[in-house]
């Protein structure tokens, strides 16, 4: 059952699958579909903006997870999308959840197109913020990138990862990195070597991988969230993943790099809040 939990006050909770032990977190206005949150690479239930899951919680359940060996999971992280997808379906069905709207973010949104594809009578509608469809070339630069950021300090990192050069976006990314603390205790520990380097070849492969999926066999709404220079994903993706959809809505926000919705949380809250209510 939900809670009247913030995203600050919830407790980790755990539930054991598979012999998996998955650590996760549920809040906010009880609702008839959750809104399950699938995480960045790396990320963990420590890396979703507080301001923004405080937003969608205000009109719904929401639930995030570490999926198999990612921060306080337990598990092998798979180094394929699919087998993550798995992971997650299994998860949520041991929690009941049968029915769900996905808020997918980066390698995230990878995984949302999949239930999508493979799972679709779970999943009503769909969020997908910084995310590229399968078969996206750019994706073969990805550890370059990856390997460039951690030549950085962990602030630096972060800017360099999710936000532009310019001093407005750097701003409102040290406000972000800022929120990204405000919880101080029962906080998930990082994601360990092993399930970086598993997500790293899951991503990679997804690029590189010949393409197995159809995403026009997508009926479901789709809210596509993309910044106008996210070097990570390569902002056209965003566009292309939406001409391959039938049902989906496209909007790309200003002077902004990954974390597009970090730099414009308000905003972001009140069109996701818009779309999963009414469209």
Known sequence: MSTLRTALTAPTQYINVNGINYAYRRFGKPSEFPLVGFQHFTGTLDNWDPLILEGLAQEREVLIFDNAGVGNSTG?????????????????????????DVLGFSLGGFIAQYLAVKYPELVRKLVIVGAAPQGAKVLEHFPELIYNAMQKDPEERFLYIFFTATTTSRNKGKETLKRLFTRTEDRDKETAQESVLA???????????????????????????????????????????????????????PDAAHGSFYQYPQRFVNQANDFLNNF
Not at 76 to 100: C, I, R
Not at 212 to 241: C, E, R, W
């Open 76 to 100: 092998e992280t798979p180094d394929n999308v699919a087998d993550m997808a798995h992971d997650a379906v299994d998860f949520l069905n041991a929690l009941g959840v049968y029915k769900f």
């Open 199 to 253: 997500q790293m070849a899951a991503i990679t492969r997804w690029g590189a991988d010949p393409v197995t999926m159809d995403l026009k066999m997508i009926p479901h709404p789709v809210f596509i969230v993309q910044g106008s220079d996210d070097k990570m994903m390569d902002s056209d993706n965003s566009y292309a993943l939406f001409k391959q959809l039938s049902n989906a809505v496209l909007t790309y926000y």
